[in-house]
T-cell receptor, first 116, second 114 residues
Framework: SAVISQKPSRDICQRGTSLTIQCQVD?????MFWYRQQPGQSLTLIAT?????????ESGFVIDKFPISRPNLTFSTLTVSNMSPEDSSIYLC?????????????FGPGTRLTVL | AQKITQTQPGMFVQEKEAVTLDCTYD???????LFWYKQPSSGEMIFLIY????DQQNATEGRYSLNFQKARKSANLVISASQLGDSAMYFC???????????WGAGTKLIIKP
């Protein structure tokens, strides 16, 4: 398993500002995932972050809006830029842990973002 | 087309009863994994149980078991002797061998009544 922490746990932000969310893992991992969960919805993958390379973004998400850093194998940040109320969501980071073909993903506690 | 379908948006169950949460999936990949997660109101996603497509036995983890019916493409979660703390959202997810991504269902909100 993996223990993941996220900062901040929650925030209330003004429209047009940016917020950077930090994700720290207690072990070295290759892939880290960033998800968005809008109110009452399921999880949507924003991007996959590999250390030493550009993040891979899913359809509908762009680097200018959600820049990601992955400076080492235990840490990543996601920035939500130029926020609007539509960005109000829970943002979760996750990692895979294990040596099997289908390893479960472990999640951080999430960052609950409200944009006014 | 939806790949993971959870047909029960919400369920009410009496405490101590068993509960079955439905999940059907669609894939042409012969090799895949199926996962169930619990999300309490705090927002954290908690891994519960995993079933591989080639596993011969249904997966079990404590009070959780997975009723895997491969021919029907269903992977229902069974919670025995439900507790008040089981009240949460439950998500079914799948990963295909050809894709590193998890594909998520819409979730089922389970409420346990005392």
């Amino acid at each position: 398993s993996a223990v993941i922490s996220q900062k901040p746990s929650r925030d209330i932000c003004q429209r047009g500002t940016s917020l950077t969310i930090q994700c720290q893992v207690d072990s070295q991992v290759t892939m880290m995932f960033w998800y968005r969960q809008q109110p009452g919805q399921s999880l949507t993958l924003i991007a996959t972050a590999n250390q030493g390379s550009e993040a891979t973004y899913e359809s509908g998400f762009v680097i200018d809006k959600f820049p990601i850093s992955r400076p080492n194998l235990t840490f990543s940040t996601l920035t939500v830029s130029n926020m609007s109320p539509e960005d109000s969501s829970i943002y979760l980071c996750s990692v895979e842990a294990g040596s099997g073909p289908y390893n479960e993903q472990f999640f951080g506690p999430g960052t609950r973002l409200t944009v006014l | 087309a939806q790949k993971i379908t959870q047909t029960q948006p919400g369920m009410f169950v009496q405490e101590k009863e068993a509960v079955t949460l439905d999940c059907t999936y669609d894939t042409s990949d012969p090799s895949y994994g199926l996962f169930w997660y619990k999300q309490p109101s705090s927002g954290e996603m908690i891994f519960l149980i995993y079933q591989g497509s080639y596993d011969q036995q249904n997966a079990t983890e404590g009070r959780y078991s997975l009723n895997f019916q491969k021919a029907r493409k269903s992977a229902n979660l069974v919670i025995s002797a439900s507790q008040l703390g089981d009240s949460a959202m439950y998500f079914c997810a799948m990963r295909e061998y050809s894709n590193y991504q998890l594909i998520w269902g819409a979730g089922t909100k389970l409420i346990i009544k005392p």
